[in-house]
């Protein structure tokens, strides 16, 4: 495996269709009605960033042997149906101890004019050691 | 506080599958999930937090006025597992989160949120 701490992904634009976030809505048990649920962000922010780190040959994430440990949004505010929004992820970290390897990403989502949305801390823990057999 | 008793399911757990695009087949295959360790397939950890921090909108006044949510994903959640979250106030403008399991085991730990007035 390697170290890929300080590497950047591209931006990546989505945009929320009021379909998406209806079925997300009920999925956790909130009001359909009530606009985009927060934790949506799962979708607009670390749902963009998340396949290109897992995807990244050079990370090399074992998938297989990954757990999401931790989980933080912090929101500038909530974002709206209809809008579209662009998602920058970066490695904040990445450490490996005891068998065990830590990547830390982060996701800075703003709305196409700039203005901030969202940011998503989110704590990936794979298991090192012999492959998956 | 504000508080939500929910019994997971095969059927909720794909729906935030499909809703998520998150299609990990430890949440969809029993067999896959077996076969990389698991007692069977389990649910997303972001449905718990997305459950949780819905009963954490609740308390806050409505999901407009969240301003973050984060939690440690500590136990795994099948279906048919009973959970009950809750929030509830802890200082200026903070919840104190919980998930717990039937077994009296919590699922989601070091949970808090921070909202706006």
């Not at chain 1, 090399?60 to 998602?87: I, K, P």
């Not at chain 2, 504000?2 to 499909?18: C, G, L, M, N, P």
């Not at chain 2, 397939?41 to 954490?56: E, F, P, R, S």
Request: charged share 25%.
């Amino acid at each position: 495996m390697a170290a890929v701490a300080g590497r950047t992904y591209p931006a990546v634009r989505f945009e929320i269709e009021p379909e998406r976030v209806e079925a997300f809505a009920r999925a956790i048990g909130a009001d359909p009605a009530a606009g985009v649920p927060p934790t949506f962000a799962a979708v607009y922010s670390l749902g963009m960033t998340a396949p290109q780190l897992f995807g990244d040959e050079e990370a090399a994430v074992d998938f297989a042997r990954l757990l999401h440990a931790e989980q933080e949004f912090e929101w500038a505010r909530q974002a709206r149906v209809g809008e579209t929004v662009s998602s920058r992820g970066r490695v904040a970290s990445d450490t490996s101890r005891r068998g065990m390897r830590f990547v830390s990403l982060e996701t800075e989502t703003s709305a196409v004019d700039g203005g901030p949305i969202c940011r998503s801390r989110a704590l990936f823990v794979i298991r090192e050691g012999a492959p998956a057999s | 506080m504000s508080e939500r008793k929910v019994t997971f399911t095969r059927e909720q757990i794909a729906a935030y599958a499909d809703a998520s695009g998150d299609r990990n087949p430890i949440h969809l295959d029993d067999d896959f999930a077996r076969s990389v360790g698991l007692p069977g397939l389990i649910a997303h950890g972001m449905l718990q937090m997305g459950i949780a921090a819905t009963v954490a909108a609740e308390a806050a006044g409505g999901p407009d006025r969240l301003r973050r949510v984060s939690v440690r994903f500590a136990g795994m959640v099948l279906p048919g597992d009973e959970v009950t979250f809750s929030a509830e106030p802890a200082g200026d403008r903070k919840l104190d989160l919980k998930a717990v399991n039937q077994r009296g085991e919590p699922v989601i730990t070091k949970a808090t949120a921070e909202y706006a007035p």
